[in-house]
């Protein structure tokens, strides 16, 4: 049974930093990339940035240069670094095993709440 579990949401004040956790279990964490996406009240869930199983790395313009995704295959943890955090971050951020990566399904975690204060 394959689980994504995050962790380290929070409410932040404005140009603060936050780090959120998904740990895997269930699945091979190596093997394949993986992903974060966030929806926000009333929006649509969208892609935040990704990783490959080689560590490359991928981001949305919106996040470009304040938000840092990397992996430890060993913990079969993938990590999103937040800085210069924006009341427009404020959201439910999820983790999620993508089948564009690889994975035979689209596996998602239950979602962590960062929440942002002006």
């Known amino acids: 049974q394959v689980q994504l579990v995050e962790s380290g949401g929070g409410l932040v004040q404005a140009g603060g930093s936050l780090r959120v956790s998904c740990a895997a279990s269930?699945?091979?964490?190596?093997?394949?990339?993986m992903a974060w996406y966030r929806q926000a009240p009333g929006k649509q869930r969208e892609l935040v940035a990704d990783?490959?199983?080689?560590?490359?790395?991928n981001y949305a313009e919106f996040v470009k240069g304040r938000f840092t995704i990397s992996r430890d295959d060993a913990m079969n943890t993938v990590y999103l670094q937040m800085n210069s955090l924006k009341p427009e971050d404020t959201a439910v951020y999820y983790c999620?095993?993508?089948?564009?990566?690889?994975?035979?399904?689209?596996?998602w975690g239950q979602g962590t709440q960062v929440t942002v204060s002006s």
């Open positions: 999620n095993a993508p089948s564009w990566a690889g994975w035979a399904d689209d596996y």
């Open positions: 269930g699945i091979i964490f190596s093997l394949n990339g």
């Open positions: 990783i490959t199983r080689d560590g490359m790395t």
